[in-house]
């Protein structure tokens, strides 16, 4: 861990002091960065300086000499005050793969070859899913590709066999969020949260049904559940423990658990999640031209438990049979969704048709419009 010393830029360290309690204090030289802190304990202040640039000579020693500071001040290893460092300004997703071919801490080519695929899939639908939530993605987007390419795979550790995924730090590209910016989640964050809570919910499902109505909307979807099971199918007695080190520059949601492990009876739960969501009997990409017969400025959902606003009913007829659809829009579209109605003007909408409801239900509005 001590050859990471060298990944440690200013602004990491500068962002890590300030969340820690440091203070900075201002200096006559522009190029170097001094703070300041009380520690009870010792009832001493102390004070760090180091370079503003990493590209200075001394810069290395610098911060290798802040580091050993740190660790003595602390009570902590200098490997741990390099990992506090570093992980201030970056989340990373640990998934330790236990399993009889994995005990000496190594893997079978197939496995590894599984494992890369089954993560890459799994943060791009993931990615895909926070954008639109829907029971199954029929092909990546541009975006959601774009967004993957801002993780990494880092160094695996030992201890069965743990790959760690490490999303983009904030400051690689020349990004440095004020302590007022720390709201204003990444994609990163979003796709790691949904993936983290995703298992949670298998994790711990009781009713099956419900998790069928909700997973997809925060949790994992079919695509999601397959880029496991690519990984576990290779051997049955695999093992997934997912564990999150969250960047501390923004608030971690305290509804998310840092580790979750995922058994047999876990992936066989994702198996028929993810068949309820491929089956279009039960979900339907759908383009909807009809009436619109009744608006409700509030509606109980009685599958989600919840109340929702702005809900239309529209009737859609398909080879001569009347549907009665529901679905929730915006502000703006209810609005034209009145004015069809009260013009009795037809409209057009696309969707994902949830069939599996008493009343068919359309997710994920879009191009509501009068047709």
């Given amino acids: 861990m001590l050859e990471f010393i060298e990944r440690i830029l200013p602004e990491n360290l500068e962002l890590y002091l300030k969340i820690t309690g440091w203070e ?52 902590e290893s ?23 071919s994995s005990r000496n801490g190594s893997i079978p ?33 541009k975006d959601s590709i774009k967004y993957a390419n801002e ?15 490490e999303s983009q730090d904030i400051f690689e590209d020349g990004i440095q969020l004020g302590m007022n910016d720390m709201h204003d989640y990444p994609m990163t964050r979003k796709a790691i949260e949904r993936i983290q809570r995703g298992f949670e919910l298998i994790a711990n499902v009781k009713d099956e049904s419900k998790l069928q109505d909700i997973s997809y909307h925060c949790g994992l979807n079919a695509n999601m559940c397959d880029a496991i099971l690519e990984i576990t199918d290779y051997q049955g007695d695999i093992e997934i423990e ?10 971690q949601s305290k509804e998310i658990p840092d580790t979750i492990s995922l058994k047999s009876i876990d992936f066989a739960v994702m198996k028929r999640l993810s068949d309820f969501y491929r089956n279009e009997e039960n979900y339907v990409e759908v383009d909807i031209v009809g009436y619109v017969s009744t608006l409700h400025k509030k509606w109980v959902d ?23 659809v529901k679905t929730q829009l915006t502000e703006d579209d209810y609005k034209v969704a009145c004015d069809a109605h009260r013009d009795s003007r037809p409209i057009e909408i696309s969707g994902t048709l949830d069939k599996s409801r008493n009343r068919w239900f359309l997710e994920n509005p879009q191009g509501f419009r009068i047709h």
């Fill in 24 to 75: 900075k204090k201002p200096h006559k030289n522009q190029y170097l960065y001094v703070f300041e802190k009380f520690y009870e304990e010792y009832s001493k202040s102390y004070k760090i300086v180091f370079p503003s640039n990493r590209d200075f000579e001394d810069f290395t020693d610098k911060i290798r000499t802040v580091v050993k500071t740190l660790s003595v001040l602390n009570s």
């Fill in 78 to 100: 200098q490997q741990s005050e390099i990992r506090n460092i570093l992980n201030t300004s970056k989340d990373i997703l640990s998934l330790r793969i236990i399993s009889s």
């Fill in 109 to 141: 080519l197939e496995l590894a070859s599984r494992l890369v695929m089954g993560i890459k899939d799994l943060i791009i639908y993931s990615v895909c899913n926070e954008t639109r939530p829907i029971p199954v993605v029929p092909r990546m987007t």
């Fill in 151 to 165: 993780f990494r795979f880092a160094q695996t550790q030992k201890g069965s066999y743990i790959v760690n995924i």
């Fill in 242 to 251: 997912s564990k999150v080190n969250w960047a501390n520059y923004m608030p």
């Fill in 302 to 324: 009685y599958k989600e438990k919840r109340a929702k606003d702005r809900v239309v009913t529209i009737i859609w007829i398909v080879e001569g049979d009347i549907h009665y």
